[in-house]
């Protein structure tokens, strides 16, 4: 629709200016743009998992013969598989299309427009993306020069107002993990409190046995990463059983396809597999981290998820970025100001780690 056409007037006041999420790029839109063919790009920039999913998935993908019929609303088998995965639950089960698609719709059932969402920044895009959505207004509550959760700091910024408390650990895009301690201290403010552990499996803590004893602790899982389902959606959470029964009504009934239904159920069989994968991207990004601290202009941050945040001390992050992409290798710039010198890498494959360490001794501080 050509702009100046009114429109404005007609959609909510509050979305006329909203920016959207600047999503991860695509390679094929980067052909003739970079200097190697789209099919050499080396994608570190969207913390996907370099040795794709499971092959039991691919096999079962490749001979499912039920796509013509709707998957189950109410997830039963789907649930059934994650408790059995989780140790927690069926009754304490929801899943979605990402766990992105639980966020929004935790959004949507706790906040109405006024009500105050407290983030722990910087964290993940996300949050302010569906915290907005809703009509909800950010409280960011910075967190120290390490990306430590300053729990003080959150406590004495809640108000009659805030309705939620969000929070990432291992976090994105730091890769800080946040003490057990510090979580059960927010716990025990009562406001409902999502943490989100979609690195859970990289990072190894996790408070989801928790969900059985606080009627305030949601957690949010997702198959993107370890998994390495990131194309096909899916992710789930942990909840006090009444807040997963609103999630699974309000819910957009087959939100959970039939494809990426299957993938889980393979993944689940797989997990030894999976896990020696994960292992083998925590190995490496040790050695992307040793390599990154040789190189005198940059500075990374201590991990515990499968990639690193780095601060370029000398020079401008957009620009080495961009320098980076022209080579074909693909990093995430955040453009905020808690990141505003900072580049993130996700963990690639051993080969992906030399010919980024070789682009970057190339380019210079
Ligand atoms: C902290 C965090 N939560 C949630 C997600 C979304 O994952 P999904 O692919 O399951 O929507 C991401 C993805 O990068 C993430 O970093």
């Not at 050499?40 to 092959?55: T, W």
């Not at 069926?90 to 719709?105: N, R």
């Not at 029964?245 to 990426?260: F, G, Q």
Request: glycine letters at 8%; a negative charge.
């Amino acid at each position: 629709m050509p702009e100046g056409d009114g429109i404005e007037k007609l959609i909510r006041p509050d979305l006329v200016a909203f920016g959207g999420y600047a999503a991860s790029k695509s390679p094929e839109t980067l052909e003739g743009k970079v200097e190697v063919p789209v099919e050499d790009i080396i994608k570190l920039d969207a913390n996907e998992n370099p040795y794709g999913c499971s092959p039991r998935v691919q096999k079962a993908l490749a001979t499912c013969t039920d796509l013509n019929i709707y998957p189950d609303a109410g997830q039963a088998e789907l649930r059934k598989q994650l408790q059995e995965y989780t140790g927690v639950g069926t009754e304490h089960i929801a899943a979605g299309a990402g766990s992105d698609q639980l966020i929004g719709l935790i959004l949507q059932l706790f906040i109405t427009p006024g009500d105050e969402v407290i983030n722990c920044v910087p964290s993940f895009a996300m949050f302010p993306f569906f915290t907005n959505l809703a009509g909800g207004t950010v409280v960011d509550v910075p967190r120290d020069e390490n990306f430590a959760v300053d729990v003080k700091a959150v406590k004495a910024a809640i108000t009659k107002k805030t309705k939620l408390i969000l929070l990432a650990t291992p976090n994105n895009p730091t890769g800080t993990i946040t003490p057990r301690q510090d979580i059960l201290e927010i716990l025990d403010t009562g406001v409902p409190f999502l943490v989100d552990e979609a690195y859970y499996e990289f990072g190894g803590q996790t408070v989801a046995p928790l969900v059985s004893q606080y009627k305030n602790l949601m957690v949010l899982r997702t198959f993107s990463k370890w998994a390495g389902l990131a194309g096909l959606r899916i992710g789930y959470g942990l909840f006090p059983p009444r807040i997963a029964d609103y999630l699974l009504r309000i819910k957009e009934p087959y939100c959970v396809n039939a494809a990426a239904k299957l993938a889980v159920q393979e993944s689940l069989k797989d997990v030894d597999y999976l896990m020696s994968k994960v292992k083998a991207i925590i190995a490496e990004r040790e050695r992307l981290f040793g390599e990154l601290e040789k190189i005198e202009w940059l500075k990374p941050f201590p991990s515990r998820t499968n990639f690193i945040l780095c601060s370029v001390l000398n020079g401008d992050a957009g620009e080495l970025q961009q320098k980076l992409q022209n080579k074909g290798i693909l990093v995430r710039y955040f453009d905020q100001p808690l990141l505003r010198s900072s580049i993130r890498i996700s963990v690639g494959k051993p080969e992906h780690t030399d010919a980024l360490i070789k682009a970057l001794r190339e380019i210079g501080g």
